[in-house]
């Protein structure tokens, strides 16, 4: 496959074997319940290191390069693969399975030892039933594209009902606000590149629950922080996961200052919380006060033409309502 240039796929599945399969081993498939995640991690790398050996590698693109990224996983799965995502969500708001869900498993999966995760923009699963139904909206898609722009990789999927789903190209306003998330995210690309090598080196995730930056601050531990999360040290980002919502709620650790990037307001952190406006196509993102790494971010969007200062946006009219 990587001989005809590709270099990346998507390695899905891998959560089980059926249950009468016979291994040449002679175990028990029982067995391998576990183990097989990792084992298909490894096949994976495996099929990169072969390919490179037989000179097999496209010419744009190093072993080091190719990215083959996985929803299975167990303690072992980092060992062997670069990426991960957070597997198949509802395509709704809901905090067990849905937006929601996918801001907990971003940060509680750098918690448990995956470093870098993402989420597919806009969920995954439908549902057409008489009883019940699930369909990807317009607002939805724009709420989870903002997420994804403040993570590991940036990267659609139709859903398992693709017609039924709001999609980036489903019209002229959502295409903006797409094309928006990508500047976003290549703004801070610089920082990201840096925050996976030191995931390479030391296993930091790179998504970070407030507790590894403020470990002697009991309030990190007994505040509900589920849903705002640190990228490295240097960046808060607060996404909206709630339908309807422009405001959130962002908790800010005594003895902190922060900038707001949208607006350039200063936040000085008192160990509560503060409700910050986070209007459709600019969510909530600060960096710490003096932080080189945030004033590179919005130079960087200054640069791309989203970000001139005071509350002047490109496309600007998106935050003010969702043309339906």
Not at 133 to 153: D, G, Q
């Amino acid at each position: 496959m990587v001989s005809t240039g590709v270099c990346g796929w998507m390695a899905d599945f891998g959560e089980s074997i059926p249950l009468d399969a016979r291994l040449a081993s002679g175990d028990p498939p029982t067995s391998y319940h576990t183990l097989f995640p990792s084992i298909w991690g490894q096949l994976n790398a495996y099929a990169v290191g072969n390919a490179s050996l037989r000179g097999l590698l496209p010419q744009n693109c190093s072993a080091q390069d190719i990215v083959y990224f996985m929803r299975s996983g167990n303690a072992h799965s980092p060992e062997v693969a670069r990426l991960f995502w957070l597997g198949d969500q509802l395509v709704s708001w809901d905090r067990d399975d849905g937006l929601g869900s996918a801001v907990v498993g971003l940060i509680s999966s750098g918690l448990s030892g995956y470093s870098m995760i993402h989420s597919d923009i806009g969920g995954y699963t439908a549902i057409d039933l008489a009883v019940i139904k699930y369909y990807r909206s317009k607002e939805l898609f724009l709420r989870w594209s903002e997420l994804a722009a403040f993570t590991l990789m940036f990267r659609t999927h139709l859903g398992s009902l693709p017609l039924k789903n709001w999609q980036f190209n489903s019209d002229t306003q959502t295409l903006a606000h797409f094309f928006n998330m990508t500047i976003i995210f290549q703004s801070w690309g610089f920082y990201r590149q840096a925050l996976m090598e030191e995931a390479q080196a030391h296993g930091w995730p790179v998504i970070r629950h407030m507790m590894l930056a403020y470990p002697n601050d009991p309030l990190v531990y007994t505040e509900d922080l589920r849903f705002q999360f640190l990228l490295g040290t240097e960046l808060l980002v607060a996404p909206v996961y709630t339908e309807g919502a422009s405001i959130v709620k962002v908790f800010l650790p005594a003895g902190t200052s922060w900038v707001h990037v949208w607006s350039g307001t200063m936040y000085e952190g008192i160990g509560e919380w503060v409700d910050m406006t986070a209007p459709i196509g600019y969510p909530c993102v600060l960096y710490r006060e003096g932080s080189m790494v945030g004033q590179q971010f919005v130079a960087n969007l200054q640069a791309r033409k989203l970000l001139a200062g005071g509350w002047i946006y490109r496309h600007s009219t998106m935050h003010a309502r969702i043309n339906r």
